[in-house]
């Protein structure tokens, strides 16, 4: 599974849309969020932007593991380092 690289950002355009950073006239949309107030002040500005960060999260994760991993293997094998591989597998290949 392929998703488009990052960074992304966030463009307030009536919705919350996340486009890949430098889409200045937001012709690649990734995700789009309705930005109304049913879920309280700032949760979809809040959501918009946990989204959009999405790819440097995957990116900070698979290095952390790849370190530990490198470094100390009987930490690796923690099950904090079992789940940390299980969603970066998730975010590449989808669930199974």
Request: charged fraction near 25%; aromatic fraction near 20%; charge should be negative.
């Given at each position: 599974m392929k998703f488009?690289?990052?960074?992304?950002?966030?463009?307030?355009?009536g919705t919350l849309e996340i486009h890949p950073a430098g889409d200045e006239h937001g012709t690649r949309i990734i995700a789009e969020i309705p930005n109304d107030s049913k879920h309280g002040a700032g949760m979809d500005s809040a959501n918009a932007l946990l989204i959009a960060s999405?790819?440097?999260l995957l990116?900070?994760?698979t290095r952390i593991v790849a370190l530990v991993e490198q470094e100390d293997a009987h930490l690796a094998?923690?099950?904090?380092?079992e789940f940390a591989r299980e969603i970066i597998r998730k975010a590449k290949e989808g669930d199974r």
């Open positions: 488009t690289k990052g960074p992304w950002e966030v463009h307030y355009c999405a790819p440097d990116e900070t994760l094998n923690f099950g904090e380092f």
